[in-house]
Structures are given as C-alpha cells and as structure tokens.
C-alpha cells in the first residue's frame, strides 16, 4: 500500500473553494486538477503555497498561473480523452500535466532552455508519460505534430498567432490570453471548416509570448 499524499487535503480543498465553487464544473478538469501534485512543479520556498490562490515565482522571470485561471483554460478548451493538445509556454509543466491527465497526447513548447529541462523534470517527478516539452518559438506551433484538437497559449500575445489558427483540427479549439503587454481577454477560437468563430472570456494577465508572431523581446 503506498501512503496518502500528505498534500492530499490543500489539493482538495484548492479544488473546492477556488475552483468548483467559482463555477468551472468539467469533471475531467476537476479530477485532474485534484490529482496533479501542482507543489512538485513550483521550487523553493514557494512550494509551501503551492495551493494558494494566486500566480507564483517559477524562476528565469517566469511565473505558474493562479491554480484557477488554469481552471477556467482548461475547461474552456472542452477536452476529450482521445484529444491531442498543443500548448505554448511550458513554464513550470503544471498546465501541461493537467492537459497530459486529461487527453491522450501533449506537445508543449517553450521558449527558454533551461525552463522547457525544469518542466520535464517537474513533469517525470509527477509521473506524466505522455507530454513532450520542445525548445522554440511556439508562435509558430509545431507543424510536424499538427493538427491538434485543442491548442492553449500561456503568455500574453497581441493577436492569436496566425500559424496557430491553421494548426487547428476540424472542430479543434484555442484558447488564447490576447491584449496588450499589461492587460489581456481570454479568447477561444473553435473551427468548424473554414469558419473560425470568436468567443471572449474575462480579464487576465500573463507574461509576455515573445517571438515571431508575439511580442519583441
Ligand atoms: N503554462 C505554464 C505557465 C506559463 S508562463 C505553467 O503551467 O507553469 C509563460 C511561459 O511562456 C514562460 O515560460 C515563457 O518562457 C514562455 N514563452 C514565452 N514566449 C514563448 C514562445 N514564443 N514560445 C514558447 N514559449 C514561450
């Protein structure tokens, strides 16, 4: 028998009072996020408020999105199990972990080297086998793993980037925080054919995506 995760309870409790009770009711996305060890993915002294309600230092000027905002993304991108995900922006690995403990398949890329080494460590520890972190610039997708049901941006962008749009399956969706470098709106973008319609969610704030189609450096 192996012994309860000691932080079973903040997890549970994270879940209830920050997530469940401000209406995300996706049952894969509440599971997930009661399952993923999300202290595993933050470092230092940080760790101790692994379960708190608000964004955290991940190091290289980086930060872990606020436990609900990964919430309120994930369930706008409807999974299914059989789903094959995208993400931009790795960071720590936690979002990826909990897009891996949902769907079949995830490509996540990121930007700096020694922040995509630290999320497939956080993602080995926490035990996710089907979640490949990449080094680029994800503002050009990744083609040869294209098309993806679903696809998530975790840093503020201007506009979505456009390579993204046609990396989209049929019926694929993308969720995007889109706004200046200060302040952005939550935007999904779902294709059905060659229609892609535009829905826009609340207020957010994210660090910047830089590269080609993102923000200059
Ligand atoms: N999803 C992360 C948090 C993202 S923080 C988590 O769960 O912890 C945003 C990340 O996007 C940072 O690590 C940053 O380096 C990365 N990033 C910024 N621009 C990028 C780009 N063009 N391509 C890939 N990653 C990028």
Redesign the pocket.
Known sequence: MTGRDPWQDARDRMVDTQIASRGVTDILVLAAMRKVPRHL?IPGPARESAYSDYPLP?G?G????QPYI?GVMTSLLALREEDRVL??????????AILGTIAREVVS????PA?AELARENLARAGLRNVRVIV????NGYADGAPYDAIIV??ATPAVPAPLVIQLAEGGRLVAPVGSRDLQELVRLTRRGDQVTRETFGGVV??????EH?WEA
């Open positions: 993915f991940i290289h980086q930060t872990i999105s990964v993400e931009i922006g790795a960071g720590s690995g936690y979002q990826a890329i990121e930007r700096i922040v680029g610039d994800g503002t975790t840093a994210f660090v910047p995506l830089i590269g993102g």
